[in-house]
């Protein structure tokens, strides 16, 4: 069975440039979540969408991040412009819905790196 | 809660020994709980959940023991191989909430 699909898995890229990281959920979920990685703050929420609706976006960090899910196996998180300390990795993960309280299924993340 | 990964707790075993990796949760209204998997360069794995009105879960290989009086989480891993070898997180979500996730805990198998 397909994961949760992430691209691109690497990017690297100079301050100051516009970065797109997609993510296709898992067939069915309906509940889509961007997360990013660091050693510093570990694994932190950014933003999620039930149904393709944003719920809550309190977890991005600044108006230079945005993300979107045009359709229910398709969401972009999108920095602009970017900073060295966004360098990370970014999560996207999956689940049948959040009610109820189920697994989030993980991609393998795109590790990006501003310099 | 807010999770903070600083300093990351390791732990090394044996292969063949059983691991117990430990997991303090903050929230008393948390009923859901996971444990997930991540393997270097690789995105958090789910291996086993358990909801408050149970103590102890089994999988293969692997058990779950809650304990909520004191809030506190277990994974016990039998017969370690070197494929367990990785980050294992907790993580604790009240019921229609969002999942926090711990620092996570380093698992080393010694050959």
């Known amino acids: 069975d397909a994961g949760v699909i992430q691209s691109p898995r690497h990017e690297v890229t100079e301050m100051g440039q516009e970065v797109t990281l997609r993510c296709k959920p898992i067939?069915?979920?309906?509940?889509l979540f961007w997360y990013r990685q660091t050693m510093m703050r570990g694994l932190e929420l950014l933003i999620y969408?039930?149904?393709?609706?944003?719920?809550?976006d309190s977890g991005m960090p600044e108006d230079r991040f945005s993300a979107k899910m045009p359709n229910a196996s398709f969401s972009t998180l999108k920095i602009q412009p970017s900073e060295p300390r966004d360098s990370a990795v970014y999560f996207c993960?999956?689940?049948?819905?959040?009610?109820?309280?189920?697994?989030?299924?993980f991609g393998d993340g795109t590790r990006l790196s501003i310099l | 809660g807010e999770s903070v990964g600083l300093h990351l707790p390791t732990l090394s075993v044996q292969e063949g020994d059983n691991s117990i990796i430990n997991c303090a949760y903050s929230?008393?209204?948390?009923?859901?709980f996971i444990w997930y998997k991540q393997e270097s360069g690789k995105g958090p794995q789910f291996i086993i959940d358990?909801?408050?009105?149970?103590d102890k879960r089994q999988g293969q290989r692997v058990t779950v023991l809650l304990n909520k009086t004191v809030k506190h989480l277990s994974l016990q891993i039998a017969a370690t191989q070197p494929g367990d070898s990785a980050v294992y997180f907790c993580?604790?979500?009240?019921?229609?909430?969002?999942?926090?996730f711990g620092p996570g805990t380093r698992l080393s198998v010694l050959p």
């Open positions: 993580a604790e979500a009240p019921y229609g909430q969002n999942f926090v």
């Open positions: 969408f039930n149904n393709n609706v944003p719920i809550d």
């Open positions: 929230n008393s209204a948390s009923d859901y």
């Open positions: 993960a999956s689940s049948p819905n959040t009610q109820g309280n189920q697994p989030q299924h």
């Open positions: 067939s069915g979920h309906n509940s």
């Open positions: 358990i909801r408050s009105n149970m």
